[in-house]
């Protein structure tokens, strides 16, 4: 893009995990600058996240996600120097000072000249600011009447996937459509996605970590990849539990469950020649993965062939198991370092790199998609 664009995302207590994460590590990979802000709170302090989930009944279920890390101080920013705003859901707005102190900011803030983007629940701030009035605009199903209220044309969606936009409006159903959400985003902002149309394969297990899937997942579809997961013994449509893993104070991270991520294709019979790069995320599946001979072999076919692999965390377990490591410089979570080193790879610190983040950069450059050019 032509300069580096500024986007604000507006944090609460309870947004939903990956309504905020996915967004701004999506953002900041392709290259814009990125402010997480919360009222009432500074930069390096948390917004702690809700993971919500339609586990069959007849609403949403909620746990408890990551803890959010705000890298900006809210009394401290100036609106006007933003070229967007994104509002994610979940339960922030239930939070009165916040919300109050957030309906205030908003309506008067200059940034309103600017694009919104914002998602499921995100939309009551944008109604309490009287920013939907005569406005096209969709949200996840309960919040419709409180539109219809605020003077907003309420457009049904079709799915949970849904996204519409109206001027410098972009609104959406959940956190299922940000492939959309964030695609209509970054265009608005200038952005023309170059490199377009790659194949790549999500190598998938019970139990990885939350944020190491979905966040490249999605971030490669809003860049219009066509993005496949698979897992061995499961089939298109099945699902594969997450894990939530985060630092809160004891001697290793803690693990809570977190959402269920929906496969995309078959691990048997899969043509793994057909796809450009191979992602894999970290978590407690690799340990088991690497057990494997036919995710062993997949690996192997991807490495041969010198297509771009992005592992993450305790993913290099597997390509340690591998045998592909040998020569390369290679990092990971920590504990992984004895499996790299046996693997014969020269170990880099971690603490050389920013994680998920450049994994992404560098994926981005191996296909030729890093360049949003306006």
Not at 86 to 110: D, H
Not at 297 to 311: I, N, R, T
Not at 327 to 354: D, I, M, R, S
Request: hydrophobic share 40%.
């Amino acid at each position: 893009m032509a300069g580096q664009k500024r986007v604000l995302l507006l944090c609460g207590d309870y947004v939903e995990d990956y309504e905020v994460m996915v967004p701004f590590q999506a953002l900041l990979a392709y290259g814009l600058s990125v402010d997480a802000v919360c009222p009432g709170k500074k930069a390096g302090e948390i917004c702690r996240t809700a993971i919500h989930d339609s586990l069959g009944h007849q609403t949403y279920s909620e746990s408890r996600g990551h803890n959010f890390v705000l890298n900006a101080t809210f009394d401290e920013i100036d609106a006007t120097k933003y070229d967007g705003l994104v509002i994610p859901g979940g339960r922030a707005r239930i939070s009165c000072n916040e919300r109050i102190r957030s309906r205030i900011w908003l309506r008067n803030s200059n940034i309103c000249k600017s694009q919104f983007a914002s998602i499921c629940h995100g939309q009551l701030i944008l109604a309490a600011a009287d920013s939907v009035k005569g406005r096209k605009c969709t949200a996840y199903p309960a919040v419709k009447p409180a539109l219809i209220a605020a003077g907003a044309h309420w457009v049904e969606p079709e799915t949970m996937a849904f996204c519409t936009s109206d001027g410098n409006l972009i609104t959406g159903a959940t956190y299922d459509g940000h492939p959309e959400f964030i695609r209509l985003f970054i265009k608005a902002l200038g952005a023309k996605i170059s490199g377009s149309g790659k194949r790549i394969l999500f190598l998938c297990g019970d139990y990885m970590e939350d944020y190491e899937v979905m966040v490249p997942f999605q971030s490669l579809q809003a860049l219009e990849c066509h993005v496949d997961a698979i897992c061995p013994g499961k089939k298109a449509g099945d699902t594969c539990p997450t894990a939530v893993h985060d630092f809160e104070g004891d001697q290793t991270y803690s693990e809570k469950p977190g959402h269920n991520f929906t496969l995309t294709a078959n691990f048997e019979g899969l043509d793994a020649s057909s796809y450009d790069g191979l992602v894999i995320p970290g978590g407690r599946a690799p340990e088991y993965l690497a057990l494997n001979d036919e995710v062993i072999q997949l690996v192997k076919e991807f490495m041969e062939s010198g297509k771009p692999v992005a592992s993450i965390c305790h993913g290099q377990q597997i390509l340690s198991a591998a045998g592909v490591l040998k020569g390369k410089k290679c990092t990971a979570y920590p504990a992984v370092k004895l499996n790299v080193v046996l693997a014969g790879a020269t170990w880099l610190e971690p603490n050389q790199f920013t994680g998920a983040l450049l994994m992404g950069i560098w994926l981005l450059e191996q296909l030729g998609l890093a360049t949003l050019n306006s």
